[in-house]
């Protein structure tokens, strides 16, 4: 049984918005409105708007949108009724128990259970005589037990089932492995580990939760070099990061961003404990926003082979919106006794030259725009005319594309130096440079304004509306109802008569809320509407609507979607051929976007 609809009423009246949007966002007030950099993707100015009157929110720049509920779902990567729990914990009520059981959230503790079961089942097979192997490897990669002990490192055995087997055997089915992703189905109906044979590093998030694993394979054996646990309810490994649960607790100014877990354990173990690696994956924008939760300065330390320079600079366009200082440690060019390159990571690195080698560094690492100039220093060929040109044409497109004038001024001239040209010669370059890109987005902009189908559709695809007319007057219908909820005794329509099933649905639902008396605020409909869903009905409300003449404006709205209906209905008619020639007009005008 869902929770009740009136106890959703009472704790989203107890939970105004603004208030739990401010314990993660920094808010500042501006016309009306709540401003602050939005937490779901990375920016350097606010587009993120909290709306007190209406108790939603709103990000210009992502399109995400909701209410209370939706932005606990969101931040908290919570189900609808967990985020009920969460707020109402937070404001001293009690969820009543409605008999049901929450299937999503009982599938979420068993497999957080399985996973814990299976780090110590991991830890403890590491100890005894089947981890020799294993721990062979640890002392080879010079890790010591304190510290194979604090990163809860252990050992898969080699057999095709003693991990299924034993965890059966405490009580886990053989589904709630699988949901784990701890065992693997076999064709014959049967199940198998997923990790065997393997050094196993358990990943653990900022809550101290086993959520998943990451391992490497022994020496000599075949298989996957790394390999990570899929992905479950809890293993999302585009928002995790190796050891953040350990740097959240760092006195250091900064954190580290390394390529690899091993990398991670030997920094910490050097006495750096601000190093984190994502697991496997690019970086992404997710991993920059919960970075910047924790920090005001990234140092990105990847390999110093060109696979690493690659993603670092990779790296640097996905953090260049990021709220963060960005800088680059760059491992020295290290050759073997032939005087050949060899690749070097942070762990061979520390190993080799020790903690105060990586800790100078460390602190002499260079700003992001330096190490963007001194990329393109180190293939540049400034002895030629063609190779100057080449380097300063692509620097002329680097330094154009920073924000800040002052950057400009400051490495322009580093950039017209190196090319052997005059800074004022550069900076009239980058200045048409820009223009020429400004005048790119205006002709654009101009393209998407001269389109009205593009313009008034959903950002989802799924949630394109198929009749613009009949979906505006349905969107201006849902806005004074939301202005003025006794208009919805009066709407003369019926859902089906919408042509956006999304603004049916939302009109339904409104209605049934009102008629038991109940609030018409959008944010109470997050356990009914998809994130995609929820977002598109804020930006729908946000729109300007007045209730001057309501009554007029409701029967304007109200007999445009009938007339669209009867259209519908009977495509043969006159109007509805008309309108069959403008929607394809309107769909040329969309594809030559």
């Not at 128990?97 to 089942?121: H, M, P, Q």
């Not at 690195?349 to 393109?376: H, I, M, T, W």
């Amino acid at each position: 049984m869902p929770i009740p609809e009136q106890f959703i009423d009472e704790l989203v009246h107890r939970s105004e918005i603004s208030e739990v949007v401010g314990e993660y966002v920094h808010l500042t007030p501006k016309g009306g409105n709540l401003w602050g950099l939005c937490p779901f993707h990375t920016e350097k100015t606010p587009s993120f708007s909290v709306s007190r009157d209406k108790q939603i929110y709103h990000c210009f720049g992502c399109g995400k949108g909701g209410g209370v509920f939706s932005f606990v779902m969101e931040m908290e990567h919570l189900s609808f009724p967990d985020a009920v729990r969460h707020l109402a914990k937070r404001v001293g009520m009690e969820v009543p128990e409605t008999g049901g059981s929450d299937e999503g959230r009982k599938k979420y503790r068993r497999v957080l259970e399985a996973n814990r079961e299976a780090a110590r089942f991991y830890h403890d097979y590491l100890k005894g005589p089947g981890g020799e192997a294993v721990r062979d490897y640890i002392a080879q990669r010079q890790i010591t037990p304190k510290f194979a002990g604090r990163f809860g490192l252990g050992a898969a055995p080699g057999e095709w089932d003693t991990l299924t087997r034993t965890l059966t055997a405490r009580g886990f089915s053989k589904m709630e492995l699988l949901d784990a992703g701890l065992a693997v189905a076999g064709k014959n109906g049967g199940v198998y580990d997923k990790f065997r044979s393997r050094l196993m590093l358990p990943v653990i998030d900022v809550r101290g939760e086993v959520v998943g694993f990451t391992s490497r394979i022994l020496p000599g054996l075949e298989g996957a070099k790394y390999l990570n646990s899929p992905e479950t309810v809890c293993f999302k490994k585009n928002q995790l990061l190796y050891a953040l649960n350990f740097v959240k607790a760092t006195k250091r100014p900064n954190i580290v961003l390394v390529e690899g877990n091993i990398d991670v354990i030997t920094l910490h173990q050097a006495g750096f404990d601000n190093v984190v690696a994502t697991m496997g994956t690019a970086l992404t924008a997710d991993h920059a926003r919960i970075l910047s939760r924790y920090t005001k300065e990234l140092v990105l330390c990847y390999d110093n082979d060109e696979a690493g320079k690659k993603a670092t600079q990779r790296s640097l366009g996905i953090l260049k919106d990021a709220d963060l200082t960005v800088r680059v440690l760059q491992l020295p060019n290290a050759t073997d006794a032939e005087g050949k390159p060899l690749k070097q990571d942070p762990d061979d690195f520390v190993k080799k030259f020790g903690p105060a080698a990586f800790e100078r560094c460390l602190n002499g690492s260079a700003g992001q725009n330096d190490y963007r100039l001194d990329v393109l220093l180190q293939s540049a060929d400034l002895q030629s005319e063609d190779g100057r040109r080449a380097f300063l044409e692509a620097a002329v497109e680097t330094v154009g594309s920073l924000q800040s004038p002052i950057d400009r001024e400051i490495y322009g001239a580093k950039a017209a130096a190196a090319g052997g040209v005059s800074a004022n010669a550069f900076h009239q370059t980058v200045e048409q440079w820009r223009k020429g890109r400004v005048r790119i987005a205006q002709k654009k902009e101009q393209r998407q304004n001269l389109a009205p189908a593009m313009t008034h559709q959903p950002k989802s695809r799924e949630l394109r509306y198929t009749n613009i007319r009949s979906a505006r007057a349905e969107e201006g219908l849902l806005r004074l109802a939301s202005l003025d909820p006794a208009l919805l005794e009066r709407m003369a329509v019926e859902p089906e008569e919408f042509s956006a099933p999304v603004l049916g649905k939302v009109f339904s639902l409104l209605r049934q809320r009102h008629s038991k008396g109940l609030s018409v605020q959008i944010s109470t409909l997050a356990g009914e509407l998809t994130g995609d869903e929820m977002s598109h009905m804020v930006e729908v409300l946000s729109q300007p609507e007045s209730l001057a003449n309501a009554e007029w404006a409701m029967d304007d709205y109200i007999k445009t979607i009938k007339t669209e209906a009867r259209q519908r209905e009977n495509p043969n008619s006159g109007e509805a051929l008309l309108e069959l020639r403008r929607r394809q007009r309107e769909k040329t005008m969309e594809d030559g976007q």
